[in-house]
């Protein structure tokens, strides 16, 4: 999409396979598509995820719910996910995540004889992830950052990476045309989603006894799935749908995010020097900046309700207006030399208008938004009081496109005790 940019400009048309789309580049026009949204936003609705859900009769949850349907759940799951009072508790559940993290660094980097710990740290990030999503869904602690995992814990991470790697090659197809197709990628995809709706199933199932049993303590916070369950609001599949796009929503999303920005901070000795100057004085962080170099989502995409002028173009309704979020933010004329990471640019005032984006925008945008935020500044916090993060300068990754983006090839990073 970048260089379709450069090459057009900053609109362009384009169809992949039966879907058409307008490309839109610069804040401007993401500011008046986002503004002219309504209260039911849409967004593209991925094909093989929707194929799968109709061929066995899943319930779709609010990220391929449309209408009210969608509406009606998802302010409940606002309230239980996204709201600044809840959220709040989730400060003790992913606390204790991340100072296991470290706990297991530090026992790592003794183990190896030297002082540090090397590795690809890919695996450890995903487990990592894993535990903090189900901490806040569950209010339980699966064991993931001890030496033995249990194996269905891994199940579940290999299947949501399986499920996005099968994404990508069926993501242009006819939703219609897949439940009949009969190919390996397709009979993977189905393998994927079985796995994870299943052990998403045990999870819900185990708190839903526990509910029941009365084994849950009811004096400290008991996760978001009791919460729902408890006010009875929504109806019991509703809420299982989407506690299972929040468990597989919360696995690849963070744990990449968190592996490039150690990368980066890794590659900016001095912005990391600067950054742990400041946790250690004031115990905090100010916010993350939005993820900008390296989003997970490569575009945002709305189907527009009425007619939209965009760079003098009248698009019409019902268009797939898609906003190349990568290739904004790596455009030079949004961001000022775009490959340096100087997480600096976001201070100051209101810099981020319609430029930080990474999760999206408005009643529409992501749901993990805040658990995901607070998960990574916390997790960074303790890596940079306890560790300096090293890599070797020399080595360039690329971005390869997974479904969500991911590195081009295996980051390995140094964690050495402070
Ligand atoms: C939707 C990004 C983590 C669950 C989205 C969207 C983006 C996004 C761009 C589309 C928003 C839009 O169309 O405006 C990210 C990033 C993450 C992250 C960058 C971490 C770095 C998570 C986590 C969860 C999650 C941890 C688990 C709770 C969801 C769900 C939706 C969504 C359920 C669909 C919401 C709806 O359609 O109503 N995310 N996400 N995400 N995300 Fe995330
Ligand atoms: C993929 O052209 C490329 O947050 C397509 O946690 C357009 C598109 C549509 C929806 C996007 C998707 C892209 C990337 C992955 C996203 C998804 C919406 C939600 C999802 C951004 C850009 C994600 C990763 C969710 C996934 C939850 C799921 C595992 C249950």
């Given at each position: 999409m970048a260089r379709k940019f450069q090459q057009f400009g900053p609109i362009y048309r384009e169809k992949l396979g039966v879907y058409e789309s307008v490309n839109i580049i610069t804040p401007r026009d993401a500011a008046i598509l986002f503004q002219a949204e309504g209260t039911l936003p849409e967004r593209f609705s991925v094909p093989p995820w929707v194929a799968y859900r109709n061929y066995r009769n899943k319930p779709y949850g609010v990220l391929l719910k449309t209408g009210e349907a969608w509406r009606s759940d998802r302010l409940m799951l606002n309230k239980e996910a996204l709201s600044p009072q809840v959220v709040e508790g989730f400060v003790p559940l992913l606390s204790q995540v991340g100072e296991d993290f470290i706990r297991r660094a530090r026992a790592q980097a003794g183990k190896s004889g030297r002082e540090y710990w090397t590795a690809d740290f890919t695996h450890e990030l995903f487990r990592f992830a894993l535990e903090s999503i189900c901490h806040v869904l569950?209010?339980?602690?699966?064991?993931?950052?001890?030496?033995?995992?249990?194996p269905e814990a891994q199940r579940f991470i290999d299947a949501v990476a399986l499920m996005f790697h099968t994404t990508s090659p069926m993501l242009y197809l006819p939703p219609a045309l897949l439940r009949h197709l009969n190919a390996k990628t397709w009979r993977d995809h189905v393998w994927a989603w079985d796995a994870i709706f299943s052990q998403a199933d045990k999870c819900i199932h185990n708190v839903y006894r526990d509910l029941r049993l009365q084994r849950?303590?009811?004096?400290e916070y008991m996760g978001i799935l009791c919460s729902l369950i408890l006010q009875d609001k929504l109806p019991l599949d509703d809420i299982k749908a989407s506690i299972t796009e929040m468990m597989a929503g919360g696995v690849d999303t963070t744990s990449m995010t968190l592996q490039w920005a150690m990368f980066e901070l890794a590659r900016a000795p001095a912005v990391q020097e600067q950054l742990r100057a400041e946790v250690l004085a004031a115990k905090r962080m100010g916010p993350v900046p939005p993820p900008?170099?390296?989003?997970?989502?490569v575009t945002l995409q709305r189907y527009i309700t009425q007619e939209v002028i965009l760079q003098d173009y009248c698009i019409p309704p019902k268009t797939l207006v898609q906003v190349g979020l990568y290739a904004m933010g790596r455009d030079p004329e949004v961001?000022?030399?775009?490959?340096?990471?100087?997480?600096?640019?976001?201070?100051?005032?209101?810099?981020?208008?319609?430029?930080?984006?990474g999760f999206g925008?408005?009643?529409?945008?992501?749901?993990?938004r805040r658990i995901a935020e607070l998960e990574m500044q916390i997790f960074l916090m303790q890596i940079l009081e306890n560790f300096k993060i090293e890599t070797m300068r020399a080595v360039e990754v690329g971005t390869k496109f997974d479904l969500i983006l991911i590195p081009d090839k295996p980051i390995y990073l140094t964690l050495r005790p402070l």
């Open positions: 569950y209010g339980e602690r699966l064991g993931l950052l001890q030496d033995f995992v249990d849950k303590s009811t004096t900008r170099l390296h989003p997970v989502a961001f000022p030399k775009p490959e340096q990471f100087i997480p600096q640019r976001w201070l100051g005032a209101d810099p981020k208008h319609f430029k930080g984006l925008f408005g009643p529409r945008q992501c749901l993990g």
